[in-house]
């Protein structure tokens, strides 16, 4: 029955990987041409949190295969636009607080947020989300440099 709709299986994995990375750029709104401020900042940090406690069997799903080292490089191809409008983001906004390597700090960030998603993927009852979201935005609108 699969192959009614998809042609292979990496078909129907790009299918839903698309349609999460379509999901994540409605919700955040890359193409906003707006720089980030603060508030905007404090904004993405807490969406970041709650997109992924709202439908946790699909994070978890996406986590699980992006792990799969045959997955890993299409998921890594099909993520580079997301990406790209992901770091002209926050580069200039980093850029803007005066931190010497904006990548860098940009990279840093990410994989905190990561690691955070994980945890909540983990423990969605009992991780402190609001908290956390406090914790790491005072930790990006006064950057070390």
Do not use: C
Not at 32 to 42: F, G, N
Not at 44 to 58: A, C, G, H, N, Y
Not at 79 to 101: C, H, M, Q, R, W
Not at 129 to 145: T, V
């Amino acid at each position: 029955l699969l192959y009614n709709y998809f042609d292979s299986k990496e078909d129907l994995l790009k299918a839903i990987m698309q349609d999460l990375m379509e999901e994540v750029s409605k919700y955040f709104d890359f193409d906003d041409e707006k720089p980030l401020d603060d508030q905007s900042v404090a904004e993405w940090v807490k969406k970041s949190m709650t997109i992924v406690k709202e439908d946790l069997q699909r994070w978890r799903l996406y986590v699980n295969l992006s792990f799969q080292p045959d997955v890993t490089p299409i998921l890594m191809e099909m993520a580079d636009n997301t990406l790209a409008s992901f770091i002209g983001k926050f580069v200039p906004y980093f850029k803007s607080k005066g931190v010497e390597d904006p990548v860098l700090y940009m990279r840093h960030f990410a994989a905190i947020m990561d690691g955070i998603q994980f945890h909540i993927m983990l423990d969605p009852d009992n991780y402190p989300i609001e908290k956390s979201a406090e914790l790491l935005i005072q930790q990006m609108i006064n950057p070390i440099k």
